[in-house]
C-alpha cells in the first residue's frame, strides 16, 4: 500500500500587481472587533474605499489593494484574504505583530491605533494617546502595550495618521511622530445615512423630555457628572437615557442607586436603529467626556439633527465648532442651565440643529479614504518623502 504525506493547506497568496501598479495591503483586524469606536473608523473607510474602487476614480487606479483579515469577510471590489488566528497562544498582537506580517507583499494601511512593528511601509492610524494622558481609565497590561508600541510604531512607519489636530499636537508632543509625517483626516458622518428610526425598537418615554447620553465605565467618559446632573434634571422635570455597557450594579456602587427608580433609566447596548430612534425624540445629546480624540458619538448626533451639549474639553470645541452648546466637565449645574435653556428656546434649538446638520455633513468618509490613496501615491512617488498634510473644511 502507497504511503502518501498530507500537505498543509496553502498559504493565502496576494496576486501579483499588474504592470504600473502598487501592491498595498489594508490591515484587517477591525474585521474581529465590534464596529464602534476605531473599528468603525475602519470598516467605514474601507468601504468608501471600496466604492471608490468601483467607480473607477483616478486616485485608485495605480493600486492592487486587498485586506488581510483574521476572520472571512467580503467586499465587492477589494479582495479579503485570510489568515486565522493562531488558537495558542490566543493573545494580544499575536495575529497583528506575528502573523500578519508574513502576508504583507507591498504596502500596509493599519486603522486602529496598532499595526505591525515589523512593517515600515506603513500608514498607520494613531487616533490618540488617551493610554497615556488618563492611564486610570484602562488596564495595566492594555496601557503599558501601547506605551511600548505606540512610539515605534510612530517612528518607523512611513506616515501617520491621527483624527484631530488635537490629538495631532498629543503624538507630537509625546514624541510619538514628527509633525511632517501627520496627517490629520477627523472622522466621517455620512454613514448615519443608513441608521432608520423607523426600525428602532425602544420604548421611549413620552410623559417627560428627555436627554441622551452614553454610559461608560472609562474615567474619562466622565459617568460621574451625568450622576451629577441627574437630579437636577429630575427637578426640570427632564429624564436622562443611558445607551452602553453600564450595568444598574455599577451605577449603585457609584452611588446613583436611587436615580435608577427616579429619573435614570438604561438602555443597554443597543443598535444603530436605536439610537437613530432615541436621538430623533431626545431634547439634547448629553457628552460630558474629559477628553477625546474625535467624539464621534456628537458627531453622529448631530448629524441625525439632534441638539448637542458638549464638554469643553479638547478636542470637542474642534470638531464641534458653533454648532454645539458646551459647559464644563466639572459643573453639573451649568450643563443643567444649559440643557434646560435649550428646552426654553424651542427655535434656538431647532437653529443649533440645522448648524449641527451642515457642521455634520462637512466630516465625509469618502473624503477620507481619498486621503489615504494620496499617502498610497506619495509614498509611491518617493519613498519617504514629505507628505502634505490633509486640510479638510472643518480643521480649526
Known sequence: MLMTKTRAPAKPKPPAPAVGRTRWTLNGDYLNLAPTGVARYAREVVAA???????????????????????PFEYDNIPVRVVPEFKSPRLPQVWVQAQLPRHIPGGLV???????????????????????????????????LHRLLLPQLGQRSAAVTTVSNFSRGHLEEYGIAPSDKITVTYNGSDHTRRWKASQGRL????????????????RYKNLELILQLAPKLDALGIDVLMAGSIAEDEIIERGGGELLNRNLRLLGRIDDDDFA???????????????????????????????????????????????????????????????????????EAKSISIRGRARANTYAWREIAKTYFQLMASLDQADGAHVETFKPEVAA
Open 49 to 71: 474605499m471600496d466604492q471608490l474602487i468601483a467607480e473607477n476614480d483616478p486616485l485608485t487606479r495605480t493600486f492592487d489593494i486587498d485586506v488581510v483579515s483574521p476572520v
Open 203 to 218: 420604548s421611549l418615554p413620552t410623559e417627560r423630555p428627555y436627554v441622551l447620553c452614553l454610559g461608560q465605565p472609562q
Open 110 to 144: 493599519s486603522f486602529c491605533n496598532l499595526g505591525p512593528v515589523a512593517i515600515r511601509r506603513q500608514i498607520i492610524c494613531i487616533h490618540d494617546l488617551h493610554t497615556f494622558l488618563m492611564p486610570e481609565s484602562y488596564s495595566t497590561a492594555f496601557r503599558w
Open 277 to 347: 430612534q432615541a436621538f430623533s425624540k431626545a431634547l439634547c445629546f448629553v457628552f460630558p467626556s474629559r477628553i477625546e480624540g474625535f467624539g464621534l458619538p456628537a458627531i453622529e448626533a448631530m448629524a441625525l439633527g439632534c441638539p448637542v451639549v458638549s464638554s469643553t474639553s479638547p478636542c470637542l470645541p474642534e470638531v464641534c465648532g458653533d454648532a454645539a452648546s458646551f459647559a464644563d466637565p466639572d459643573d453639573p449645574q451649568a450643563w443643567a442651565n444649559a440643557i434646560a435653556w435649550l428646552r426654553d428656546h424651542p427655535e
